[in-house]
């Protein structure tokens, strides 16, 4: 049974969650309203929305809700957290959860995290984004049939002079680097 | 005016049409900008999917870079923007997090005091430092009978409402309508554009796209302004994908606001990276306001 979402004794994942989250233990404020999800641009399509993933969190359901598609329909766009009559980091939360389900291998059925170390490992070596590099390098490996449906998009691009076909490396490589390797070594809130 | 630049990773090619028009607006609007040297990626949303300590520490390296003399950044992408913001507030109110960042940057010598750099939006930067009468003092070519569609997307307007309204931003409006254009008030003008869905689920990023250039079209927009890299990639570049999604036939110009600015200061629309939109925006430019400004104006 799904505990009341204020119940301050909180479950062992609403702990993780608020631990986990900046500004987190607003999530023992939510009043089940369902401003959230009406707000979500894909709320539609997902699976829980946040109103029903904070009761989820406080009953405990760690694995049903880092296995379900909520925090990969979240595009980022705050709504959510702007209009929380209660002042809850929904879009951080989401966050939270996407680290959680990433570090424990629990996301399923997205290419998220594929798209998202992708990404960084790019970051980490040339300490810019590499366009060409991120599209081919995620398609080829995660979705190589989309690859040919993007062709004539990525043609349209290189012809309008959009796309670089070399990475650029930023001077002090090094120095950011060494910050990496720091934050890993003191390791994130997840 | 002198303030930091900080162009982030779009900029610099994809959306190299935002980068001339940001330089050569802020120019004729007396905005010094000084890049920031050796600025490293922002991360967009991704490293903060996976770790949130080097998310920040990476982001920090950039505020951390600014020089001493200059205290506010300008970030024209929407992301950057608000990575950099975010970051700054995250230090500030968090003071262990803070240190951990710093704790990070030691590591490369660096070292950043939350709050020090304020991070600033170039709209928000010509709407309340330039101010209106500057504004219309430097209008050479007004643009009149151009209906034009601010569209504000997320990331500047939310979380932090700081540089607007996060429901209903006016700022653009405002601006455009200094510059005699004819403003759209369109419901979705801070509706969001799918961000990186594109690259991960078509239906549902394209539906978000949709919404977006239906209602730009039904309230009879010549072209759309956009503020952000990303938000014009997904409407410009994916706007045929869109339309042979749904069967629809949308031929509406996605363009940056700073593009189209340039254009009411007098600047040559080479300046100002026109022709590298998908969705071609000089014809309706021309119909609207007649022939490109001749060669001499600037």
Redesign the interface.
């Known amino acids: 049974m799904i505990q009341h979402a204020t119940d301050r004794r909180g479950s062992a994942f609403l702990r993780e969650v608020i631990e986990?989250t900046?500004?987190g233990q607003r999530i023992l404020h939510c009043l089940q309203c369902g401003s959230c999800g009406g707000s979500c641009?894909?709320g539609a399509?997902m699976q829980y929305t946040p109103r029903t993933v904070f009761a989820m969190i406080n009953a405990d359901e760690r694995e049903k809700v880092l296995t379900s598609n909520t925090m990969?329909?979240c595009?980022?766009?705050?709504?959510c957290?702007?209009r929380c009559p209660q002042k809850i980091?929904i879009?951080d939360v989401m966050?939270c959860l996407?680290?959680l389900a990433?570090r424990d291998g629990l996301a399923k059925d997205?290419?998220?995290?594929a798209?998202?170390?992708t990404?960084?490992n790019l970051?980490d070596k040339y300490?810019?984004?590499f366009?060409l590099g991120l599209?081919s390098r995620?398609y080829l490996f995660n979705k190589p049939l989309a690859m040919l449906?993007m062709g004539?998009?990525g043609f349209?691009?290189f012809t309008?002079?959009?796309?670089?076909l070399v990475p650029?490396r930023?001077?002090?490589i090094g120095?950011?680097q060494?910050?990496?390797?720091?934050?890993?070594q003191?390791?994130?809130?997840? | 005016m002198k303030y930091a630049y900080y162009p982030g990773?779009?900029l610099?090619?994809?959306?190299?049409a935002y980068d001339v028009s940001v330089r050569a607006v802020a120019e004729l609007l007396m905005i010094e900008l000084e890049e920031l040297d050796?600025?490293?990626?922002c991360?967009?949303?991704?490293?903060?999917?996976?770790?949130?300590?080097?998310?920040c520490?990476?982001i920090a390296?950039n505020l951390a870079l600014v020089e001493p003399r200059l205290d506010q950044l300008i970030a024209p992408c929407a992301a950057c923007y608000l990575n950099l913001k975010k970051t700054d507030r995250?230090m500030a109110?968090?003071a262990a997090?803070g240190a951990?960042v710093n704790?990070?940057?030691?590591?490369?010598?660096?070292s950043y005091q939350p709050g020090r750099v304020r991070v600033r939006h170039l709209l928000d930067v010509i709407h309340d430092d330039v101010g209106e009468s500057a504004v219309r003092d430097k209008v050479v070519r007004p643009l009149a009978g151009l209906r034009v569609a601010p569209y504000y997307g997320?990331?500047v307007v939310?979380?932090a409402?700081e540089a607007d309204c996060?429901?209903y931003p006016m700022k653009m409006d405002a601006l455009f309508t200094w510059l005699g254009a004819e403003v759209v008030h369109y419901p979705v003008k801070a509706?969001?554009c799918?961000?990186?869905?594109t690259?991960?689920?078509e239906p549902?990023a394209f539906e978000?796209i949709r919404r977006l250039l239906q209602s730009a079209v039904e309230y009879e927009a010549d072209l759309i302004l956009c503020m952000c890299p990303m938000c014009q990639l997904n409407m410009d570049?994916?706007q045929?994908?869109v339309n042979g999604f749904f069967q629809t036939s949308f031929r509406v110009p996605v363009v940056f606001f700073t593009q189209v600015c340039g254009l009411a200061l007098g600047l040559e629309p080479t300046r100002l990276g026109f022709?590298?939109?998908?969705v071609p925006a000089m014809p309706v430019l021309e119909a609207r306001l007649g022939a490109a400004p001749a060669a001499s104006s600037r």
């Open positions: 986990n900046p500004g641009p894909n399509d990969w329909c595009v980022s766009c705050y709504f957290t702007t980091p879009t966050y996407k680290r990433i997205t290419d998220a995290p798209l998202a170390k990404f960084t970051l300490g810019r984004s366009e599209a995620f449906r004539p998009l349209s691009m309008r002079g959009r796309m670089s650029k930023i001077k002090n120095q950011l060494a910050i990496i390797a720091k934050a890993r003191l390791g994130g809130r997840s | 990773c779009s610099e090619v994809s959306s190299a050796d600025w490293n990626c991360g967009a949303t991704e490293y903060f999917s996976q770790d949130e300590l080097t998310a520490s990476v390296r995250l109110e968090d997090m951990r704790e990070c940057l030691a590591a490369g010598g660096l997320c990331q939310r979380p409402a996060s429901e509706h969001c799918g961000g990186h869905m690259q991960l689920s549902m978000l570049a994916y045929s994908r022709g590298k939109e998908i």
